[in-house]
């Protein structure tokens, strides 16, 4: 692993410690935070139609961008549960990021921005 990819694992931990914090500060349901946790991978469903659709809809789900823009959304609106998902939603692409799971490249599920997932 390159440095530059540590930087990235390392970013990603960030990213996931920091929503924790902010999720328990706004003192929200762990329920939900375990329900939601692992929703965007949903978004994997799109493979179904080809790794070019796959890595479109997985990486759109995966960006930092909607979950910033259904938090400012969430302060704006004054909507506690907007505000909670979001947070989970920053978690859960923080974790993956820390593991190593990176946005995926059209030439497959396994090629990432971080490198490839898995054994050759």
Same mark, same amino acid.
């Given at each position: 692993?390159?440095?530059?990819?540590?930087? &990235?694992? /390392?970013?990603?931990?960030? %990213?996931?410690?920091?929503?924790? +914090? =902010?999720?328990?500060? !706004? @003192?929200?349901?762990?329920?939900?935070?375990? &329900?939601? /946790?692992?929703?965007?991978? %949903?978004?994997?469903?799109?493979? +179904? =139609?080809?790794?070019? !659709? @796959?890595?479109?809809?997985?990486?759109?789900?995966?960006?930092?961008?909607?979950?910033?823009?259904?938090?400012?959304?969430?302060? =704006?609106?004054?909507?506690?549960?907007?505000?909670?998902?979001?947070?989970?939603?920053?978690?859960?692409?923080?974790?993956?990021?820390?593991?190593?799971?990176?946005?995926?490249?059209?030439?497959?599920?396994?090629?990432?921005?971080?490198?490839?997932?898995?054994?050759?």
């Amino acid at each position: 692993m390159d440095g530059v990819t540590v930087l &990235l694992r /390392l970013e990603g931990a960030a %990213l996931a410690v920091v929503s924790l +914090l =902010a999720y328990f500060w !706004f @003192g929200q349901s762990w329920w939900l935070f375990a &329900l939601l /946790l692992l929703a965007p991978d %949903l978004s994997m469903l799109g493979y +179904l =139609a080809g790794p070019r !659709f @796959g890595a479109w809809t997985y990486n759109a789900a995966h960006m930092t961008l909607p979950p910033l823009a259904l938090a400012v959304a969430g302060s =704006a609106f004054a909507s506690p549960i907007v505000t909670a998902i979001a947070i989970i939603w920053l978690a859960h692409i923080g974790i993956d990021r820390a593991l190593g799971y990176g946005l995926k490249r059209e030439s497959g599920f396994r090629d990432t921005h971080l490198g490839r997932i898995g054994r050759d």
